[in-house]
């Protein structure tokens, strides 16, 4: 019996041994109930010199950008280490205030605030949520050398030192998260976002684990620059998001000692592909632009003409009314080709064309079939975008078996939005 994690529950899978290509789970590490001692350790070494100890001076003002609640980092213990190294410091509570940075995802509610960072330092700091859309809480800094124009959440601005918190993962254009990406674009307006996301990033070389070479991640890391003192504590989780290692120093050097740790557990390498891959979305899952990285993640194991079954509940359905809007004008009436999506983007003929860039990629990968299994509540949409769907993963693997004859082999990918292949 084999079991796929589908959101907060389980389901569980019958299949033949002789049919099962491989289970790929994250290869086994070794996390610390002490999440704490890693974390402080890590901020007392940073990994290039320059960390807490070396850039605050008593008296300065403080603002920790941390990501949003699509991401299971457990940002309130992070935040927390941080801020009581900053007590030692010399740094009052009152001269912190945390943003949360889901760059154009919607602003986090009060719940999802609380949830996501504790009552207790809700009580100690000012938290706020950014807001990509709202002028208002912008500032624009000027253009990078690709000519993004860099707007900054003002709090960021302002403060006297900035820390990044987030957690490292690959990314299908960026690379991988975390380090410059928790600034853009997660504290960054929606014309940073757009160009960066979009123009910069409609290449074949903005792509999942790469880094050196990649305009978009070279792009972010270059906003960063616009900055004044910046740092990171990044962190790599387990499949359980418990804290196996965190890094600390400036936000290119974190996120670089962390990459290579990650890889080694989420990296993974297959002699050959898969008839079919049956994938979660886990754990990136609130709505269908969340799942597209498992989508295209998958289409690298599975043979061409195969069949990709991911299930993802999309529990917010097609998430933000701008992404609703950008997926009917960009899938309906009928799916577009690469080289008509591409025409589109350029035309202006899609608005937004930061996630027009997650759905380039996905037509551009789509050279094997997909059913998604989510909640039922999506079927209306699905439907109406094009999107074969079923309603249990067994149906869909009985159809794709049907299709592809019972000697077809199965490829299971628990945790389809952070596995991914290593080149």
């Given at each position: 019996?084999?079991?796929?994690?589908?959101?907060?529950?389980?389901?569980?899978?019958?299949?033949?041994?002789?049919?099962?290509?491989?289970?790929?789970?994250?290869?086994?590490?070794?996390?610390?109930?002490?999440?704490?001692?890693?974390?402080?350790?890590?901020?007392?070494?940073?990994?290039?010199?320059?960390?807490?100890?070396?850039?605050?001076?008593?008296?300065?003002?403080?603002?920790?950008?941390?990501?949003?609640?699509?991401?299971?980092?457990?940002?309130?213990?992070?935040?927390?280490?941080?801020?009581?190294?900053?007590?030692?410091?010399?740094?009052?509570?009152?001269h912190v205030t945390i943003l949360a940075a889901g760059g154009l995802h919607r602003p986090m509610n009060e719940q999802e605030i609380r949830s996501k960072f504790g009552?207790?330092?809700?009580?100690?700091?000012?938290?706020?949520?950014?807001?990509?859309?709202?002028?208002?809480?912008?500032?624009?800094?000027?253009?990078?050398?690709?000519?993004?124009?860099?707007?900054?959440?003002?709090?960021?601005?302002?403060?006297?030192?900035?820390?990044?918190?987030?957690?490292?993962?690959?990314?299908?254009?960026?690379?991988?998260?975390?380090?410059?990406?928790?600034?853009?674009?997660?504290?960054?307006?929606?014309?940073?976002?757009?160009?960066?996301?979009?123009?910069?990033?409609?290449?074949?070389?903005?792509?999942?684990?790469?880094?050196?070479?990649?305009?978009?991640?070279?792009?972010?890391?270059?906003?960063?620059?616009?900055?004044?003192?910046?740092?990171?504590?990044?962190?790599?989780?387990?499949?359980?998001?418990?804290?196996?290692?965190?890094?600390?120093?400036?936000?290119?050097?974190?996120?670089?000692?962390?990459?290579?740790?990650?890889?080694?557990?989420?990296?993974?390498?297959?002699?050959?592909?898969?008839?079919?891959?049956?994938?979660?979305?886990?754990?990136?899952?609130?709505?269908?632009?969340?799942?597209?990285?498992?989508?295209?993640?998958?289409?690298?194991?599975?043979?061409?003409?195969?069949?990709?079954?991911?299930?993802?509940?999309?529990?917010?359905?097609?998430?933000?009314?701008?992404?609703?809007?950008?997926?009917?004008?960009?899938?309906?009436?009928?799916?577009?080709?690469?080289?008509?999506?591409?025409?589109?983007?350029?035309?202006?003929?899609?608005?937004?064309?930061?996630?027009?860039?997650?759905?380039?990629?996905?037509?551009?990968?789509?050279?094997?079939?997909?059913?998604?299994?989510?909640?039922?509540?999506?079927?209306?949409?699905?439907?109406k975008l094009g999107f074969a769907h079923k309603k249990t993963v067994k149906e869909a693997l009985d159809e794709a078996t049907l299709r592809l004859g019972k000697d077809?082999?199965?490829?299971?990918?628990?945790?389809?939005?952070?596995?991914?292949?290593?080149?």
């Amino acid at each position: 019996m084999l079991t796929l994690p589908y959101g907060n529950e389980t389901i569980e899978l019958n299949l033949p041994k002789e049919r099962l290509l491989g289970y790929l789970l994250p290869r086994h590490t070794a996390s610390s109930s002490d999440a704490d001692s890693i974390l402080h350790e890590a901020i007392r070494n940073p990994v290039d010199g320059v960390g807490l100890r070396s850039a605050v001076k008593r008296g300065n003002s403080v603002v920790i950008i941390a990501d949003d609640y699509t991401r299971p980092t457990p940002s309130g213990t992070i935040c927390r280490a941080i801020i009581d190294e900053l007590n030692d410091l010399g740094i009052d509570d009152s001269h912190v205030t945390i943003l949360a940075a889901g760059g154009l995802h919607r602003p986090m509610n009060e719940q999802e605030i609380r949830s996501k960072f504790g009552d207790d330092l809700i009580q100690r700091v000012q938290i706020r949520s950014h807001d990509a859309w709202d002028d208002a809480q912008l500032e624009y800094l000027g253009e990078t050398s690709r000519a993004t124009p860099v707007w900054i959440n003002r709090l960021v601005v302002g403060a006297d030192l900035r820390v990044t918190v987030g957690m490292i993962t690959a990314h299908f254009v960026a690379g991988y998260g975390s380090g410059p990406k928790t600034i853009m674009p997660g504290a960054s307006g929606y014309r940073t976002i757009f160009h960066n996301h979009g123009v910069v990033s409609a290449t074949p070389h903005a792509r999942i684990g790469i880094t050196k070479g990649n305009p978009c991640w070279e792009d972010m890391a270059e906003v960063v620059g616009f900055l004044g003192s910046t740092l990171a504590v990044d962190v790599v989780l387990d499949p359980r998001n418990q804290i196996v290692a965190a890094f600390h120093g400036n936000p290119v050097s974190a996120q670089k000692a962390g990459i290579s740790l990650y890889d080694s557990i989420y990296g993974l390498r297959l002699e050959k592909k898969a008839d079919i891959v049956l994938a979660s979305a886990n754990p990136m899952h609130a709505y269908l632009d969340q799942t597209l990285k498992t989508i295209i993640h998958t289409s690298m194991f599975v043979k061409d003409e195969g069949t990709r079954i991911v299930a993802s509940p999309c529990e917010e359905l097609l998430g933000p009314p701008f992404l609703r809007e950008l997926y009917y004008s960009s899938l309906t009436p009928r799916w577009p080709s690469v080289e008509e999506y591409s025409k589109m983007m350029q035309s202006g003929a899609v608005k937004d064309i930061a996630d027009a860039v997650g759905i380039l990629k996905f037509l551009e990968t789509n050279k094997s079939q997909l059913t998604l299994v989510c909640d039922r509540t999506f079927d209306d949409d699905l439907n109406k975008l094009g999107f074969a769907h079923k309603k249990t993963v067994k149906e869909a693997l009985d159809e794709a078996t049907l299709r592809l004859g019972k000697d077809s082999m199965v490829l299971v990918v628990p945790y389809g939005a952070i596995t991914h292949p290593v080149f």
